[in-house]
Each structure stands twice: as structure tokens, then as C-alpha cells.
């Protein structure tokens, strides 16, 4: 099993540690992944609220750039923002050739042109439906028993193109955590935005949205929010003190990836949790070199 | 003539963009859908769907003089939800857009953020994440903005999370931004 490997901005800097613990997992689980040469920028979400085209045109040029480095590969991007762009060009030219056209001439000053056929995927998508539930219970070596998890899956993964899960309420992070023998809670907010870049731009308006978040896992009973997505970490991880004051001790906030190294067996830091900004006291205790 | 950054949409072009909101957002029964499903509403000065009326009446003034749709988060619940099928996610962006020229054109900060990390991204190829932030706080002019994420900062700097810019992609996408502002000139 093999994909064009999409890290994306976030990865390359802040959330070093999805990058790190989404290449570990996946190798562990004998996925490979092939870096897409000299990938640039999606566009995030600031691309669309400047330039349609650009907004197409961004995550255009790494297809592009997979299709030709890496033919036939599907494109695997874990970020969801990254996800949402490129697999827009792939929606969005299966319908409209002019969309195709536009795209394929703005990439044509690069000498690039988008393949034929794409198929972009997320994380997710890539663990339940290629690898396989039972794969991945196979390669766990120390199960997360006992650890109650609330999968927050944020937006743009799930909408508005639901490709491999219900948008509004989404079950396959869950059926991970399972397999990797920790207790996935249902809770009601696990698809509910969390204010995304207006952390940066309207700091008033995000904080609310992390706060309620963050309340309703606790309130759940959640030792651990996963996620996969580096804004919706960023953010839940980041801002606990300003958006949930009364908080008592940070709430643990982990990419999935992460949690998927420890039942691997991983030490750790070998999945990068000194990068992590809300890790309760104790919560790696159980974990395989601190044991 | 051809518009650029600096010389950007005419009025013509204005009431085109509008018109294409217009189409996107006619069939609007004003259900309310919308708003129910928004997570920003409480910070919105004007309800989505009202926002939406106003679309369809063609009030442009009054859709800008509102902050309703720079805080949409492209959570896209209200385009999962609308019983119409609306593209409305995408009608938001395209008011994000429609601001953004204008305040290229006559000053304003409202849609800062997107224009300076689209412009870190056509320098640096990738995001810099730290440069951004700077730049952004330089652009906003706001000497007590940066005071509000200090704190965040040492955390990330203390985590290794930010640092100086990586160049290796650097004006690697110059020449993508110039064809891309050429080819959106075009009457």
C-alpha cells in the first residue's frame, strides 16, 4: 500500500508532531508513503476569501506535481484543510471542464498540468477503509484499555464532500480508537467547529467555540481528545486557559496518530508527545518507556 | 485594462461578483436553516439568513457594512443543512473575496489576515507560520494585537513549534500568482 504523501504547511512547523507520528503509524501498519517532490502551499482558507482561481489553482499544482512525480498514486493528505483543497480540484473538474481548463492554464508558466484521473484521501479514509480495523488491532502491542476517548473530527473533513463518513455524525475515528482497545465516547460536539483560523483573526469569536468543546469532552468523561486535524489541535490545546478558565487540569488533546504509536508500542517521544501543549499529569504514566 | 493587487476591481466588476452571490443564493426561502446551524451566530451583527436576503435584494452596502461573513469558519454545517441545497459556504467566500478587493482598493483591514497569509504563501512558498504572524500584527497596525498571543508565543518558541523561515520553496510560486492576477484581468 502506497500514497503521494501531502504533509502540508502545518506539519512542516507547528504540528511537527502529526507529521512525525502519521509517517511512524503508518509504517508500522506497512503503508508507504512517498512525499510529493517540492510540494508549495494548498491555499489553507485564506486562498478562497482572496482568489477563486488561486484557490484552485495552489492545490492544483501539487496534484499536478503527484501526478507526474508519483503516477497512480492516490494522494494522501492528513491535514484537513489540505485535504479540502486538493480534493475540491478533484470534485470540482469531474464536473467542469472550464474549471480543468482554467486550473491547467494557470499551471502551464509551471510546465505542470493536472492528471487525468485523482483521488485524494484523508487519514482517516486511508486507516478504515485501505489498511483495515483488523490490521490495525493486529500491530497493537499495549492496548489504550481503559483510556476514554473523544474523537473530534472537525469540518472540512467531513463536509461538504462526505466521502467516507457521515457528515454530521462521523464514526470511523471512533471505530480506530476501538481498535486500538480504548474506549471511544459518543459525545455531541465531536463535529462542531472549533473557530479554525479565526483564532487568529476574531480571537473573540473562536474562544467560545473551544470552550464549549473542551467542556463537553470533560463532561463526557474524556481522558483524551484526538484529533486529526493541526488547527483543531492548535486550538484545543492551545487556548485551554483562556477559553475554559474553570478547566481544572489541562485536558489532554493528541493527534490520533500519536495515540496510535503508544498502543504500537512507541515510546512517547518517538510520536513527539513533548510537543503536545496539553498533556494532563499523568496521562503517559501507562505508556511503554515511562512504565 | 488590466487589473491588478494594486489596481484592483472596478466597479463593474463589483456588481458581477454580486449578480453571481444573487444566483447562488436566489432560491433562499428564508427558512432560517442556516443560522440555526452556524457556530458564529452569536458573534455575527446579522443572522446568515438575513444576510442572505440581503444578497438577494442586491444591497451590497449593507452586506459590507456587516462582519457576518468574515466570520464564517468554513465549517460548511449550513451547506450540509440547507433543505435548498445552497452553496452557501462558498457564497461566503466569494463576499470574503468581494471585500478583500475592495479594501485592496480603498484601504481596510477587515480581510487582513487572508491577504497576508496568501501573500506570505506566494513568498515563501510554503507558510511560514512565524513570519505570518509577525506580518500580520505589522499590517493591523495594532500595537496591543500582538500582546493577546504573546504568551502563545513563548509556548511555541519553549516547544520548538515556530522559528525562523525555511526557504528551500522560496518564489517558487511567484510566477503561478503573476498568471493567475493575468488571467483574472481578463474582461
Known amino acids: ?197 479565526l483564532m487568529a483573526s476574531k480571537k473573540e469569536a473562536a474562544l467560545p467555540l473551544v470552550g464549549n468543546i473542551l467542556r463537553a469532552a470533560r463532561d463526557a468523561g474524556a481522558d483524551v481528545v484526538a484529533t486529526v486535524c493541526p488547527l483543531c489541535q492548535m486550538n484545543l490545546e492551545a487556548y485551554q486557559s483562556e477559553a475554559d478558565p474553570k478547566g481544572p487540569v489541562p485536558l489532554t488533546v493528541a493527534y490520533l496518530p500519536q495515540l496510535m504509536g503508544l498502543a504500537f508500542g512507541m515510546d512517547p517521544e518517538e510520536v513527539m508527545f513533548g510537543k503536545n501543549m496539553a498533556v494532563a499529569p499523568g496521562f503517559l504514566a501507562g505508556a511503554p518507556a515511562l512504565a | 485594462m488590466a487589473t491588478s493587487v494594486k489596481n484592483p476591481a472596478p466597479q463593474d466588476e463589483a456588481s458581477r461578483n454580486l449578480k453571481a452571490i444573487r444566483e447562488m443564493v436566489a432560491a433562499c426561502m428564508q427558512c432560517g436553516t442556516c443560522t440555526a446551524s452556524c457556530p458564529n451566530y452569536p458573534s455575527m451583527d446579522l443572522a446568515p439568513r438575513r444576510l442572505w436576503r440581503l444578497a438577494v435584494m442586491g444591497l451590497t452596502e449593507d452586506i459590507f457594512a456587516s462582519r457576518t461573513f468574515l466570520l464564517c469558519s468554513n465549517c460548511y454545517a449550513c451547506t450540509l443543512r440547507c433543505p435548498r441545497g445552497l452553496p452557501l459556504t462558498e457564497a461566503m467566500a466569494a463576499l470574503k473575496r468581494m471585500a478583500a478587493a475592495r479594501e485592496t482598493k480603498w484601504g481596510g483591514r477587515k480581510t487582513q489576515f487572508y491577504r497576508t497569509f496568501l501573500d506570505n504563501v506566494r513568498r515563501w512558498g510554503r507558510v511560514q507560520e512565524t513570519d505570518m504572524m509577525m506580518r500580520y500584527f505589522l499590517d493591523m497596525k495594532d500595537p496591543l494585537l500582538p500582546l493577546r498571543y504573546t504568551p502563545l508565543g513563548f509556548r511555541l518558541l519553549r516547544k520548538g513549534k515556530i522559528g525562523p523561515p525555511h526557504s528551500a520553496q522560496s518564489g517558487r510560486l511567484a510566477g503561478l500568482f503573476e498568471k493567475v492576477k493575468e488571467m483574472e484581468a481578463r474582461p
Not at chain 1, 501539487?62 to 483543497?85: F, H, I, K, Q, T
Not at chain 1, 510546465?111 to 484523508?122: D, E, I, K, Y
Not at chain 1, 485501505?130 to 473530534?152: M, R
Open chain 1, 1 to 197: 500500500m502506497k500514497y503521494a504523501y501531502y504533509p502540508g504547511c502545518s506539519l512542516s512547523e507547528t504540528a511537527k508532531e502529526f507529521d512525525v507520528s502519521t509517517r511512524k503509524a503508518l509504517a508500522r501498519l506497512g503503508v508507504e508513503l512517498a512525499e510529493i517532490p517540492d510540494w508549495t502551499c494548498c491555499g489553507a482558507s485564506a486562498a478562497e476569501a482572496v482568489s477563486e482561481l488561486l484557490s484552485l489553482a495552489l492545490p492544483g499544482r501539487n496534484l499536478a506535481l503527484a501526478g507526474r512525480e508519483l503516477p497512480g498514486l492516490d494522494v494522501l493528505a492528513p491535514c484537513s484543510a489540505c485535504y479540502l483543497n486538493l480534493l475540491r480540484v478533484e470534485k470540482k473538474t469531474e464536473r467542469d471542464p472550464d474549471a480543468r481548463r482554467r486550473i491547467d492554464e494557470a499551471l502551464s508558466v509551471q510546465n505542470l498540468a493536472l492528471p487525468g484521473t485523482m483521488r485524494v484521501r484523508h487519514l482517516l479514509d486511508a486507516l478504515v477503509n485501505d489498511v483495515g480495523l483488523p490490521a490495525i488491532a493486529e500491530k497493537v502491542v499495549s492496548p489504550l484499555e481503559g483510556l476514554k476517548a473523544a474523537p473530534y473530527y472537525g469540518c472540512q473533513i467531513l463536509r461538504p464532500y462526505a466521502e467516507f463518513d457521515d457528515p454530521e455524525r462521523p464514526r470511523t475515528m471512533a471505530l480506530v480508537l476501538e481498535a486500538l482497545g480504548a474506549e471511544p465516547l459518543d459525545w455531541r460536539l465531536s463535529a462542531t467547529c472549533c473557530g479554525a483560523s
